[in-house]
C-alpha cells in the first residue's frame, strides 16, 4: 500500500476546509447539594474557577450560592423549584416577584443566563404537566417586563423517556400524552422565545438497562470509536448513543411542528453523565453491576462529551449545524441520593466531596487530559483515511514507524496508518483542541487505543539469577499491588509453565503495563529488567499493553480489549 502520495491542488483545499472548526459550545456542570458533606459555596467556586468550569446548573434560587458566583464570569441557571410551579402558573404576580427576588437582585453581578422552571415534571411530577407551559410563559413574561428576557431563556428540564420509539432515531415521537397537550406548545413557546428545549439524557441507563443479550455496545453508549449503528429508514449512521437519542428528539420535534419549522429550536443536554461506581439503584431496578458503573467508563464518557462540545462538533447525523450546550451531572458525588453508598446514584459526581478529582478530565478549551489519543474512524472510508493519512505526515506527524519494514508498518492496512499518523499529529501538536478533528476523519478517546501501535513497546521479565524465594517475594507483592495474576492460576491460559521465573514474568510485566511502563515500576529490587523485545514464555506471550487480556490461545498472541 503506498504510505503517502503528492496530493491534487483541490485535494489541499479539501483538506484545508476538513481542518475548519464550528464556533464551540459551552460545557457546564450540575451543583446538587443532596449531601451533608459537601464544602462551603465559596469553595466550591474557587474549584469551579481552577477547573475552568464556566457554566453550572443549580437546583434552586440559593442566596449564598448565587452571591458566591458574583463578579466570577461564571454563567448559571437557576431554578423554579416543582413544589413552586402550580403557582408560578397561576398567578402571574408570583412570577414576577419570583423573578425580582431570584434573578433581577443577583445581576449583573452574577451572570445568569437561564431559568428552569420545574425539572423532569413529566417523570416526576405528572399532576403538573397543564401548569408547565403556563408557567414558563409567566416566568418569561416577568423577564420581559424587567428587561431581561433577551440574555435570560426560560426553559424546562425533559427527562429522554418522554420520547418513545427513539431507535431507529427517525422513528422518535413525545408520548401520546404529552405531545399534543403540553410539548407542541412548549415547542411553540421555545421557538417564539429564542430559548431551547432542555433534555436529561443518560446513554449510561440506555446501556446499564438492557440487560444481558442487550444490543447497545459500550464504545457506542461511550461515544468512544465504533462501527456505528445504521438508522434503517434514513439510511444515517450513529457512533454515539448520545446523538442517536437527540436525533430521536429532534425527529420528534419535527413530527409536532412540521420539519420546515422544528430547525428553530435546538436542543441542549442539560444533564448527562456516567456512574463511576455503585451497585444498585433505584434507576437500574437493582440488575446493574461494576462493570456498567466504573470510573473507566465515566472517565471516557464524560472526556469525550466535554472535548465534543468544546471543539464545536455539536451537530447530529441529522442535525449536523445544530448548536448544543451541555451539563454534567454532577459536580460532587453526593451521599444523599438513593438508598446507600452502594446506589449508582451517589456516584455521578466529577468531584469526591473533599474537592479531590474522581479521575482527570479538563474543562479548559486549550486541549482535553494528557491522557488522551487521536484514532481514525473507519467509518469515513478509504478515500478520506488516505487523503487524511497525507496531510498528517505532511505537517507534522512523524510516520517514519509506518514506512515498509518498519516497526509499526503491520498491520498494513489504510486504517492502521492513518490512526497511527494522526495521533502523531495530535500529540506533536500539544494535543490542542481541534488538532484531532480532520472533518470527522478521526476522533479523541481517552482509554489507550489497540489500534495504534507503539514504536516503543516494551516488557517487563524476570531475572532468574535473584532466586527462588526473592522471586516468589516479587511475585507476591507484584499480584497484591494491580497485577492481573488471573492468567497464571491453575488452569489458566498462562499456567503453563508452571516455574516460578515465568509466572513472576507474567506478574511483573502486568504491573508495569498497568502502570504504564513507568520509570521504577521494572525493578522489584533487582528480581526484573526492561525488554524490547516481546518475550515468549512457553505457548504464554507477554501482553504489552495494561488493558490487553488473552483471550485464545497464547501461541498466536491474539489478544482483545478488556
Not at 173 to 189: C, G, H, T, W
Not at 195 to 211: K, R
Not at 419 to 425: I, K, L
Request: glycine share 8%; hydrophobic share 40%.
Amino acid at each position: 500500500m503506498a504510505l503517502t502520495r503528492l496530493l491534487a491542488l483541490v485535494l489541499g483545499a479539501t483538506l484545508t476546509f476538513l481542518l475548519f472548526r464550528a464556533e464551540a459550545g459551552e460545557m457546564g456542570v450540575n451543583y446538587g447539594q443532596v449531601a451533608n458533606d459537601l464544602p462551603d459555596p465559596a469553595a466550591v467556586v474557587q474549584l469551579l474557577k481552577d477547573n475552568g468550569i464556566t457554566m453550572v446548573r443549580i437546583y434552586d434560587a440559593k442566596q449564598e450560592v448565587l452571591r458566591s458566583l458574583a463578579n466570577t464570569g461564571i454563567k448559571v441557571m437557576v431554578m423554579v423549584p416543582n413544589e413552586n410551579l402550580a403557582e408560578a402558573a397561576r398567578n402571574p404576580w408570583y412570577a414576577l416577584q419570583w423573578v425580582r427576588d431570584n434573578v433581577a437582585a443577583y445581576l449583573p453581578a452574577t451572570q445568569i443566563n437561564g431559568v428552569s422552571v420545574g425539572n423532569e415534571v413529566f417523570k416526576w411530577r405528572p399532576d403538573l404537566n397543564w401548569q408547565l407551559v403556563p408557567a414558563m410563559t409567566n416566568v418569561h413574561s416577568a423577564l420581559v417586563q424587567l428587561g431581561l428576557a433577551d440574555s435570560v431563556k426560560v426553559s424546562t428540564p425533559v427527562a429522554f423517556d418522554a420520547v418513545t420509539d427513539s431507535f431507529p432515531p427517525s422513528k422518535g415521537r413525545f408520548q401520546d400524552n404529552i405531545a399534543q397537550s403540553v410539548m407542541k406548545p412548549m415547542l411553540e413557546f421555545l421557538q417564539r422565545t429564542g430559548s431551547y428545549l432542555s433534555m436529561n439524557m443518560y446513554p449510561f441507563f440506555a446501556y446499564a438497562n438492557q440487560g444481558p443479550g442487550g444490543t447497545i455496545s459500550l464504545d457506542y453508549a461511550l461515544g468512544n470509536p465504533n462501527p456505528g449503528v445504521r438508522d434503517p429508514v434514513t439510511g444515517l449512521v450513529y457512533h454515539s448513543l448520545l446523538d442517536a437519542q437527540l436525533d430521536a428528539t429532534y425527529y420528534a420535534t419535527e413530527k409536532l411542528l412540521g420539519s420546515s419549522n422544528a430547525g428553530g429550536v435546538d436542543v441542549h443536554q442539560t444533564e448527562g453523565g456516567w456512574a463511576s461506581g455503585g451497585r444498585r439503584g433505584r434507576s437500574l431496578e437493582d440488575r446493574v453491576g461494576g462493570e456498567a458503573a466504573s470510573i473507566a467508563n465515566a472517565q471516557a464518557y464524560n472526556n469525550n462529551l466535554i472535548n465534543r462540545i468544546l471543539s464545536g462538533n455539536t451537530g447530529t447525523p441529522h442535525r449536523p449545524n445544530a448548536n448544543m450546550d451541555a451539563y454534567i451531572f454532577s459536580l460532587f458525588n453526593e451521599n444523599g441520593k438513593g438508598a446507600g453508598p452502594d446506589d449508582i446514584e451517589q456516584h455521578f459526581g466529577l468531584f469526591y466531596p473533599n474537592m479531590q478529582k474522581v479521575y482527570e478530565f479538563d474543562f479548559h478549551s486549550d486541549g482535553p487530559p494528557a491522557a488522551s489519543w487521536c484514532v481514525a474512524n473507519a467509518a469515513v472510508g478509504e478515500e478520506r483515511l488516505q487523503a487524511t493519512l497525507d496531510y498528517a505526515c505532511g505537517h507534522g506527524a512523524d510516520c517514519s514507524s509506518i514506512q515498509p519494514g518498519a516497526v509499526c508498518f503491520e498491520p498494513n492496512t489504510r486504517l492502521a496508518h492513518a490512526s497511527y499518523a494522526v495521533n502523531s499529529y495530535y500529540q506533536n501538536k500539544g494535543r490542542a483542541s481541534g488538532t484531532c478533528d480532520f472533518s470527522g476523519a478521526a476522533f479523541v478517546v481517552f482509554q489507550e487505543p489497540a489500534e495504534i501501535c507503539d514504536p516503543n513497546a516494551s516488557w517487563c521479565v524476570a531475572n532468574a539469577a535473584v532466586g527462588e524465594a526473592w522471586l516468589q517475594a516479587a511475585l507476591d507483592w507484584a499480584c497484591g499491588n494491580g497485577a492481573d495474576c488471573g492468567p497464571i492460576q491453575p488452569g489458566a491460559s498462562c499456567f503453563e509453565p508452571n516455574t516460578r521465573v515465568a509466572h513472576a514474568s507474567y506478574a511483573f510485566n502486568s504491573y508495569y503495563q498497568r502502570n504504564h511502563r513507568a520509570s521504577g515500576t521494572c525493578d522489584f529490587a533487582g528480581a526484573a529488567s526492561v525488554v524490547f523485545k516481546a518475550p515468549k514464555i512457553g505457548n504464554c506471550v507477554l501482553p504489552w499493553r495494561a488493558w490487553i487480556k488473552e483471550t485464545t490461545s497464547m501461541s498466536n498472541g491474539s489478544f482483545a480489549a478488556i
